[in-house]
């Protein structure tokens, strides 16, 4: 077979003398790498060196945390590994927060961490930190080249084993180890089938849900990596159950279908929440069921007490962890999907002799949810109803209103953390999976631009947009270089409301007004900054104009073209994050028992 090192995309087969710089880009040519996100560094030129030869494409970004998240939106769009690399010390420190941003988003990123030479580490050299500690807590598995002749077989590891846990490894090599000659074979890469989970535990499985009298289905992000819609939606038909989206994997069941019922957890779907609230067996389809994402909404309680729950998830350490389940499967979401439709077809079913009456409630509901949303123009508590008044800016419910009816067909959205990218999941419908991408559990301000770059890059045919505001945008923006300088068109939503808005609304509902640190006072047009770095940037007051300006830009993608769409927004705020985990202050010491108006 092959063994010409000059034919791209083929690894070299068989065992054979070569540097391990050579060994390490060959591994990565046989696992399938055809881009790279980082910033350059002495400690890997060797490599680097050989990428453009290799059909490698290195992605020079910003600032390392965008290169990792880059990464991950890389890997979740293609369900393929997302590379990124960096210099040893200040860029691999640089990489920790988008690392863990990408273990709770279950991504299979590979973080390649170059490190100090192995003769002189210890001694407090330039650019040293001990990296493998750093990482240990947000990785799945963590590969130590410990031996310049293992540095293909350890790659490999990493990439395999980034796949099999679904999730972020690290493959740590000392610089002096790229150089030298070594003989080795370049491993293939190992994909390991996943099965639907235990007999015993299907076959429980199948018997509850056949007698539920309203079964409803939790679809969740494991049916997404597993490409198992299509037997999730065969399943929800087999049962005609109501299905809703777990917290932020709106993506995980088309919107369109008339099972779908809409999102739970912060700012979700109450359709959701109230059937869900009934049911009498929950099928969490490839879900961990998060405790962020089933915290009760607009004051409903609605995770059912009583009912029974069958939960389906690849990882066994996720079974029963935050909800008590009364069946558990270890399980590929999809095969386990599939599993139950051959156990539940041609099975009298007790949910289809109520079946008329369970969707004729389904259909109210979203009815009902719909209208309260198209009401919902504005909030209405006292704070928004004070700062929107007089205000010429836009109301934030009814842009986002507004972005949903203008989203053109295919889009992928990434969303941030903030008060306004939260109260978009009331608002972010998609068709097909692998298109949604939030920054999950870990939550971190900064996520959502970068992290569309990275899934534009995996594909670039599809409009990609990022919802941003404008506190996140502040660490995130200097991205725009790496879209104009590599040819990387997207589109940012910054939403311009003045304030770090999520933990504002923290100061107004628990603190009397004190604000500390929370406005954003004298901020430049953030339309004019993307326009002095080559992007376009357009600032939008009126409603009238914003789905014209989204679909202009979704356009403009199309002619290589970055904008940023800068929302002119009033300062009122949604429901706060985290109820659930403030309480009103209490004051022991005499000094500290100022009230606002005290202050002054
Ligand atoms: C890296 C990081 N720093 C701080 C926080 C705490 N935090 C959560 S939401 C938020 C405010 C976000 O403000 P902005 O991006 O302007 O969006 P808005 O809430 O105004 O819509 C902050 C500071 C965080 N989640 N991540
Ligand atoms: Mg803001």
Redesign the pocket.
């Known amino acids: 077979m092959n063994t010409m090192t000059d034919q791209k995309n083929l690894a070299v087969t068989g065992r054979q003398k070569m540097t391990p710089s050579e060994a390490f880009v060959e591994t990565l040519v046989a696992q399938g790498v055809k881009d790279v996100f980082g910033i350059v560094g002495s400690a890997y030129m060797d490599a680097l060196d050989l990428f453009p030869l290799a059909g490698i494409r290195f992605i020079s970004v910003a600032h390392e945390q965008g290169g990792g998240h880059m990464a991950d939106g890389y890997s979740r769009v293609s369900g393929r590994h997302g590379v990124c690399i960096a210099q040893n010390g200040p860029g691999i420190t640089n990489f920790v927060?988008s690392t863990a941003a990408a273990f709770w988003a279950h991504s299979p990123v590979v973080v390649i961490t170059p490190e100090t030479g192995s003769a002189t580490i210890g001694l407090g050299g330039f650019q040293e930190t001990e990296q493998l500690p750093i990482f240990s807590k947000v990785t799945k598995y963590q590969a130590h080249v410990n031996n310049r002749a293992r540095m293909a077989e350890l790659t490999a590891r990493a990439f395999d084993r980034a796949q099999l846990e679904l999730g972020p490894t690290q493959l740590n090599i000392p610089r002096d180890f790229f150089y030298g000659d070594i003989e080795c074979e370049i491993p293939r890469p190992m994909t390991i089938e996943r099965g639907a989970g235990g007999e015993r535990s299907l076959d429980e499985a199948a018997v509850l849900l056949a007698a539920a009298k309203s079964p409803v289905i939790v679809c969740g992000g494991g049916v997404v990596m597993a490409n198992g819609q299509p037997e999730a939606i065969r399943l929800a038909e087999l049962l005609q159950a109501p299905v809703a989206n777990s917290y932020l994997h709106n993506d995980s069941f088309p919107a369109k279908h008339p099972l779908w019922v809409g999102p739970l957890g912060y700012q979700g779907s109450k359709a959701a929440m109230k059937l869900l609230a009934a049911a009498d067996v929950v099928l969490a389809l490839g879900t961990r069921l998060g405790p962020f994402g089933t915290l009760p909404q607009y004051g409903i309680e609605y995770w059912p007490k009583d009912a029974k729950i069958i939960q389906v998830d690849a990882d066994a350490r996720m079974l029963g962890l935050v909800k008590p389940v009364s069946v558990g499967i270890c399980g590929d979401a999809k095969a386990a999907a599939q599993a139950l439709v051959t156990r539940l077809a041609g099975r009298a079913l007790a949910c289809i002799a109520n079946r008329e009456a369970r969707l004729a409630t389904v259909r109210a509901e979203k009815a009902e949810w719909e209208a309260e949303l198209d009401g919902w123009a504005q909030e209405k508590d006292k704070w928004s109803l004070e700062v929107a008044k007089g205000s010429t800016y836009m109301h934030?419910r009814q842009m986002l209103r507004e972005l949903e009816r203008a989203m053109p067909e295919g889009a992928m959205v990434s969303t941030?953390?903030?008060?306004?990218?939260?109260v978009s999941n009331s608002y972010l419908r998609f068709e097909r999976p692998r298109s949604m991408f939030a920054?999950m559990s870990f939550?971190?301000?900064?996520y959502a631009f970068p992290t569309i770059i990275g899934a534009k890059v995996a594909a670039p045919d599809r409009p990609a947009i990022a919802y941003?505001?404008?506190?996140?945008?502040g660490?995130s923006f200097g991205e725009i270089q790496t879209c104009v300088r590599e040819n990387i068109p997207v589109t940012a939503v910054v939403?311009n409301?003045g304030?770090?808005?999520?933990?504002?609304?923290n100061h107004v509902d628990f603190y009397e007004n004190r604000f500390v640190g929370?406005n954003?006072d004298k901020q430049p047009s953030w339309a004019a900054v993307a326009r002095a770095m080559g992007a376009e940037g357009i600032t939008i007051e009126k409603i009238a104009d914003v789905g014209p300006a989204l679909r202009a830009a979704a356009k403009a993608q199309g002619e290589g073209k970055t904008t940023v769409l800068e929302m002119m927004v009033t300062r009122e705020?949604g429901d706060p994050?985290r109820r659930d985990a403030l309480a009103l202050p209490t004051r022991h010491l005499a000094k500290y028992q100022a009230t606002a108006a005290k202050r002054g």
């Open positions: 927060t934030p941030d953390i903030g008060n306004i990218c939260s920054a939550g971190n301000c900064g941003v505001g404008d506190g996140a945008w660490m939403f409301n304030q770090w808005g999520a933990e504002k609304k929370v954003l705020l994050f």
